[in-house]
């Protein structure tokens, strides 16, 4: 099984600042990982797909990039609605695997 | 638009049975495989299972394997989880989502619990 690890655990920033996001794989998922944000309560969104390509509907703020086993997301300005919990998760082989999640709360 | 909507959950003894369901409109439901989801309390997400588009090929995780099955309809745009043999490890809330995990449902949340 590919286990996903993401780091920090938790973010604390202010709006209008720069989150930057990182998953790591235990093995090679080539670019396929996927960032989802995930609020209470609500259904997880997708935000990024194949490492680096956005999703449709999600604003230009965020981005994905990495390939192999290291991967980022990026915010480049939090926006008030951007303030949940964010998965990485791997679709290069069976299990489909999430990582544990990082929160961004704020500031 | 889209919509995704499970169903089913609720509250059941540890070794007893349950079936989800989830109803998808606005995209074509038999073109697309789909899967379950689920969050424990507390917890992060855990992929469950995934059927093809055409219920030919299924895959679960190993912590249900054997005990939960997945089927469906698409006569009735309808996906199924049927969960046998529920742990109090079990509980969480359910989630159906489309093959690209573009498109989920809100959730249906099912308590095993003596």
């Known amino acids: 099984e590919i286990v996903l690890t993401q780091s920090p655990a938790t973010l604390s920033l202010s709006p209008g600042e720069r989150a930057t996001l990182s998953c790591r794989a235990s093995?090679?998922?080539?670019?396929?990982l996927a960032w989802y944000k995930h609020k209470p309560g609500q259904a997880p969104r997708l935000l990024i797909y194949d490492a680096s390509n956005r999703a449709t509907g999600i604003p230009a703020r965020f981005s994905g990039s990495g390939s192999g086993t290291d991967f980022t997301l990026t915010i480049s300005s939090l926006e008030p609605e951007d303030f949940a919990v964010y998965y990485c998760?791997?679709?290069?082989?069976?299990?489909?695997?999430f990582g544990p999640g990082t929160k961004i709360e704020i500031k | 638009q889209v919509q995704v909507v499970e169903s089913g959950g609720g509250v059941v003894q540890p070794g007893g049975s349950l079936r989800l369901s989830c109803v998808v409109s606005?995209?074509?439901?038999?073109?697309?495989?789909m899967h379950w989801v689920r969050q424990a309390p507390g917890k992060g997400l855990q992929w469950v299972a995934y059927i093809a588009y055409d219920g030919r090929s299924q895959r679960f995780a190993d912590s249900v394997k054997g005990r939960f099955s997945i089927s469906r309809d698409n006569s009735k745009n309808t996906l199924y989880l049927q969960m046998d043999s529920l742990r109090v490890d079990d509980t969480a809330v359910y989630y159906c989502?489309?093959?690209?995990?573009?498109?989920w449902g809100q959730g249906t949340l099912v308590t095993v619990s003596s």
């Open positions: 989502a489309r093959q690209d995990m573009a498109y």
């Open positions: 606005g995209f074509t439901f038999r073109s697309y495989a």
């Open positions: 093995q090679s998922v080539n670019s396929y």
């Open positions: 998760q791997q679709r290069s082989d069976w299990p489909l695997t």
